[in-house]
Nanobody, 117 residues
Framework: QVQLVESGGGLVQPGGSLRLSCVVS????????MGWYRQAPGKQRDLVAR???????SYEDSVKGRFTISRDNTKNTVYLQMNGLKPEDTAVYYC???????????WGQGTQVTVSS
């Protein structure tokens, strides 16, 4: 089965940066569309960035210009570089494959990002 392992979260001050990583196993990674999602307490899980198998990228408006999604097919890894972090970015961040625009049913453990002074 597909396994997803997120890492790189932590506590940062407003304006700080983090780079999240997601290692994918059990799938043909280079053929998959990958996305980063986040879920804050009391909120739904939202897609914030995605990258296709051929490098087509899209972002949610609130993170555009601050976050950068990328992938390394030789390492089966997708990254999310987050700059200029704001308190409203605080959430658990997850990666997942997208199938016809929707996330797969399985999720990893996520990684906590907390932005606070």
């Amino acid at each position: 089965q597909v396994q997803l392992v997120e890492s790189g979260g932590g506590l940062v001050q407003p304006g700080g940066s983090l780079r999240l990583s997601c290692v994918v196993s059990g799938s043909i990674f280079r053929s998959q569309v990958m996305g980063w999602y986040r879920q804050a307490p009391g909120k739904q899980r939202d897609l914030v960035a995605r990258i296709s198998n051929i490098g087509i990228i899209s972002y949610e408006d609130s993170v555009k210009g601050r976050f950068t999604i990328s992938r390394d097919n030789t390492k089966n890894t997708v990254y999310l570089q987050m700059n200029g972090l704001k308190p409203e970015d605080t959430a658990v961040y997850y990666c997942n494959t997208l199938i016809n625009g929707d996330p797969a049913a399985n999720w990893g453990q996520g990684t906590q990002v907390t932005v606070s002074s």
